[in-house]
């Protein structure tokens, strides 16, 4: 049994850039990093079970020595050449058992990739495994009757959050280099924020290429990537949504490099760059009360704050207390959430309703009883939140708030049902901050801010906190810009 005692500390990979710098020293090489994460997964999951399904080794080895070889001829690559991967369990693999984290789809092999996977794979990277997650991606507690449940490597008597928990997990203990996953209310950032890991969920913007969900041209549910760090997050994040050509190895370090320094540059106030303006930066804890926080992640956010001011005085940030105004966001959520799973999940419902988990069947069913008139009317909602928060994004390049209103919880909770002794009205009000985004379609990112210990628990370990970051529409890159210069600034907690 996994005791918090028996756990190493989770132990990232190196960033992105230096195993590409090592590969082309052959200090490391692509096998060597597959049989380093093979060698964590060994050793950590049998206490973890972030990643439940795996690529047989001699498998990944083959494409490793392909891929190192390539590289040391001077062959065009991928941006992910040799890297390891992690696929959510969600998204079909060929070839590689893909449950959805159901019974109905226990021993499902599928003959073909999900566009993601596509993308990724296409990048160079080199599939080891699948990530755990809740069944049909439903909830922020990566368990499924199929797979089991997946630990926090922080303390693992408490949830990785979800839905793409394994691959938050997995990020955070070395175990593979690319982790993808998916965010309808908040699944690439809650478990980011829960792991003490990086995790972007890109601008909404419909593309049905990527057949992210059954209904192509629907914009709530979207996929993306977690990382430990957010420069890690930006590669990974491009290979999925704006593939690049191949080119050697070495011209990849070069605009690694070259990319890095013009950004330093851009946002270094005090480098002799005085006709750039810092960023601006609105901020809030609870969104003028409406968003209930509980005193530990208050207390970790009152951290965050102190820090940045001490950056503002010094001239890198200007920092305004300010939030938009998400009037409507929780009711519009709620109809948009339940359309979305009779779409995707509508015909099994019908055929297959008693093998599915209640919280699953209970979203279907509160999606079937919408009328035609309350989901035009949630659409055009929508589409007044984007307004609003789109004319407040004019004056500011990110808004900062807390990921998660709570700590990582407990695995026999299912869900947050207070927080401090203020009971929540819904499953998901602990989420507020994350699906009110969502629904306004901006692009939201969430990075470590530190630390906190529960004290309602005298046991308790050091939980994570997350910090998100929301950007302009469209400016998922100028988005993680701030995203790197603030987790710099909130590299000491």
Sequence with gaps: MTTR?????????????TLLREFQSGERTPASLMRECFDAIDRLDPGINA????????????????????????APIGALAGLSYAAKDMHRTAGVRTTFGSPIYAEHVPDSNDPIVERILGAGAILIAKSN????????????PVLGKTLNPHDPSRTVGGSSGGGAAAAACGMAAVTDGSDLAASLRNPASFCGV??????????PAMQVSANGF??????????????DLRWVNRAIHAPMAPRPLSQWIESIDREAAERRRKLDTNAGNRDQRPPRLAWTVDAGGTMPVCSPVRKAMQRV???????????????????PDFTGADDCFQVLRGEYFVENWGDLYRSDRARMKDTVVWNIEQGLALDAERIAAASIMRSRIFRRTAAFMQDFDAWLLPTAQVLPFAHDLAYPTEVDGEPLKTYIDWLKGCYWITVSGHPALSIPAGFEADPEDPRSLPLPVGLQLMGRFGGDEALLDVGELVEELLSQL
């Excluded at 399904?53 to 590289?71: G, I, N």
């Excluded at 997650?133 to 499924?144: H, I, K, L």
């Design 305 to 323: 704050h102190d820090r940045l001011r001490e950056a503002a005085r010094a001239g890198r940030i200007e920092l305004v207390d300010a939030f």
């Design 133 to 144: 997650t809740p069944e049909f991606a439903a909830g922020s507690q990566t368990f499924n």
């Design 5 to 17: 005692e028996s756990l190493p500390a989770p132990k990232p990979l190196p960033p992105i850039a």
């Design 51 to 74: 990643l439940p399904t795996r690529v047989p080794r001699e498998q990944a080895l083959e494409l490793a020595e392909r891929a190192y070889a390539a590289m040391r001829s001077g």
């Design 218 to 231: 629907s914009s709530l549910g979207t996929v993306g990537a977690m990382a430990p760090r957010v420069a």
């Design 198 to 207: 990086a995790g972007l969920r890109p601008s909404s913007i419909a593309n």
